[in-house]
């Protein structure tokens, strides 16, 4: 129903900057909650963001609030993740997803787009 395509990853310095794109085709996507994990190496995938598509309420991670922001851009069937002050335990694979469930828990999220590598050096 929906395919969801990453963009935007790469390396970046401690306090940098970097936008993470997640481009659906198929359905659009603001019948879906949309959210943001990631997975950084040796640890299980952690929410980080998300939008509720009941209401469009926004919810972030305590880890990344203050300095993420997650946004979608409906004309554009496009959802991003403006990453600032970037720290070095930031570093990870980010996923963007698609789900009608839990906007919090990897269960509720039906669609997964591939994963793109943020990494944060010192």
């Known amino acids: 129903q929906v395919q969801l395509v990453q963009s935007g990853g790469g390396l970046v310095q401690v306090e940098g900057s970097l936008r993470l794109s997640c481009a659906a085709s198929g359905r659009t996507f603001s019948n879906y909650n949309m959210g943001w994990f990631r997975r950084a190496p040796g640890k299980e995938r952690d929410f980080v963001a998300a939008?509720?598509?009941?209401?469009?309420?926004?919810y972030y991670a305590d880890s990344v609030k203050g300095r993420f922001t997650i946004s979608r851009d409906n004309a554009k069937n496009t959802l991003y993740l403006q990453m600032n002050s970037l720290k070095a335990e930031d570093t990870a694979v980010y996923y963007c997803?698609?789900?009608?469930?839990?906007?919090?828990?990897?269960?509720?999220?039906?669609?997964w787009g591939q994963g793109t590598q943020v990494t944060v050096s010192s």
């Open positions: 939008i509720r598509r009941s209401d469009g309420s926004a």
């Open positions: 997803a698609a789900g009608s469930g839990s906007y919090y828990y990897s269960y509720g999220y039906g669609y």
